[in-house]
């Protein structure tokens, strides 16, 4: 996550102009909706003289026609991201946002109320429940040690390997549309300019759906939801029809009974959640071999075998990044582990003043030993929990949302410099609202409900 440990400095000096530029950007709302697209402004009559340049053509204003969805798309708010400047020490400790201090304060004062009561309760004679060997206090503190770091490293390596399949994820996604554009860019024909963007449109579907998919439990949007119901072809799959989550979903009439004949057992919401992108991406290598089943489509150049399977290994790789998200997410920390840390945890944090109380007769260092003894290690536990799951809007976790449409971005840029303006805002058109940013409120709330 190297956006999040950019310091501030750093990044105004990356973009000083930022704001200003903002600002400057406008657009022209068409109330026509279905109107045709403009045409491209590098083909205007204005430039028939002189072809302009790549950056004369960067500075034309072009007048889109979208809907207001696409419109309130190019206002999207993300989640605001942690930066903090490392050399500003205040502001790192006292940082609010992305800091464990809101969660792990209450038990700090927890903590130090129960060591003022065990002082109160000795110093007034009612009783001592001090601890006058600490020998058996201190083999506990071995053993929390233990099972804290190692947590913490378990925790931050899932953290990273996370971090990895996305970007594995992500390069595919721009290998795939870029090979693709350069291995076929000298068939210009429409079959070859269409079979390019139906590639391009079922790679952003494609990741569209692995992001969902990791993201299902924590923004309740099924990967089902996200695609249109033209490509509903094999919903629910092996889902049972009895359970509440499967009334949702509404497959042909002539599709249910076949994945009921072939299924093991009944499969869950996030089962079928999960296998979206594996089905999808069956569609996907389907578009990449067309073209030699298909002689219109290249009609002026043969597709070779070689260039072929090129596109389909980095198919692959996409598909080995994503069955590694799905590792991790179907996979959690071992619940015996997670509970015998927190039982020890607890036992020797609440235990800690009975010790401290009967080597130290002072009353306030007493309270602060307790107080940033119990951050420390709290502290500890509740960035284990904030970094378990990357996936969702939490302050700590991926942009995956923000990462995933630059890669769109990419992709209509690539099928832009191969087939034009024309192309690429067909291609941007077809993204629509619902793969782009999930599904509609009723259904996410209907999601959520089912996860509950």
């Known amino acids: ?160 390997e996370a971090r990895n399949h996305l970007k594995d994820l992500f390069y595919s996604c721009r290998e795939l549309i870029q090979y693709t554009c350069i291995l076929t860019n000298q068939n210009t024909s429409d079959e070859a300019q269409l079979w390019r963007q139906d590639v391009a449109y079922r790679t952003i579907v494609c990741l569209r759906l ?35 989550g499967a009334k949702n979903y509404h497959p042909p009439d002539d599709v249910v009974p076949i994945m009921r004949a072939l299924r093991h057992g009944p499969r869950s919401v996030e089962d079928e959640n999960f296998r979206a992108p594996i089905i999808y991406a069956m569609n996907l290598r389907e578009a990449l071999t067309r073209p030699r089943s298909d002689a219109k489509i290249f009609a002026q150049r043969d597709w070779h075998v070689n260039e072929t399977l090129k596109l389909l290994a980095i198919t692959s790789q996409f598909m080995s990044a994503y069955h590694g998200l799905k590792k991790l997410a179907v996979t959690p920390f071992p619940f015996p582990l997670i509970q015998l840390n927190r039982i020890f945890l607890f036992a020797w944090c609440f235990s800690l003043p009975l010790v401290l109380i009967h080597d130290n007769d002072t009353m306030v260092e007493t309270l602060v030993l307790v107080f940033f003894t119990t951050f420390g290690f709290m502290g500890l536990e509740y960035a284990n929990i904030e970094l378990d799951d990357p996936f969702g809007d939490d302050p700590n976790d991926f942009p995956s949302t923000r990462w995933a449409e630059s890669v769109y971005e990419d992709v209509y840029i690539a099928i832009y410099k191969t087939d034009g303006y024309q192309r690429a805002m067909e291609l941007r058109t077809r993204i629509t609202d619902r793969i782009a940013g999930g599904s509609s409120s009723v259904a996410r709330e209907a999601t959520r409900s089912i996860g509950s």
Not at 212 to 227: K, N, P, Q, Y
């Open 1 to 160: 996550m190297v956006h999040l440990f950019r310091r501030k400095d750093k990044a105004a000096k990356a973009s000083p102009s930022r704001k200003g530029a903002a600002a400057s950007v406008t657009f022209q709302k068409i109330p026509n909706e279905t109107s045709p697209l403009v045409e491209d402004p590098l083909k205007s009559p204005q430039h028939d003289d002189k072809p302009p340049t790549l950056l004369e053509a960067a500075h034309a204003a072009p007048v889109f026609t979208m809907s207001d969805t696409v419109q309130a798309q190019l206002q999207t708010k993300y989640k605001r991201d942690v930066i903090y400047d490392e050399d500003d020490h205040l502001g790192v400790m006292f940082q609010l946002y992305g800091s464990v201090w809101p969660r792990v304060l209450p038990w700090c004062i927890a903590v130090m109320a129960v060591t003022y009561l065990f002082i109160y309760l000795r110093n007034h004679g009612i009783v001592d429940l001090t601890i006058a060997d600490s020998t058996g206090h201190n083999f506990m503190s071995i053993l929390v040690s233990f099972l804290v770091v190692t947590r913490v490293t378990i925790t931050y390596n899932r953290f990273m």
């Open 210 to 244: 692995a992001m969902a998919a990791v993201e299902h439990r924590s923004t309740g949007i099924s990967a089902w939801d996200v695609l249109p119901d033209a490509d509903h072809a094999t919903v629910p799959l092996m889902l049972n029809m009895q359970d509440e």
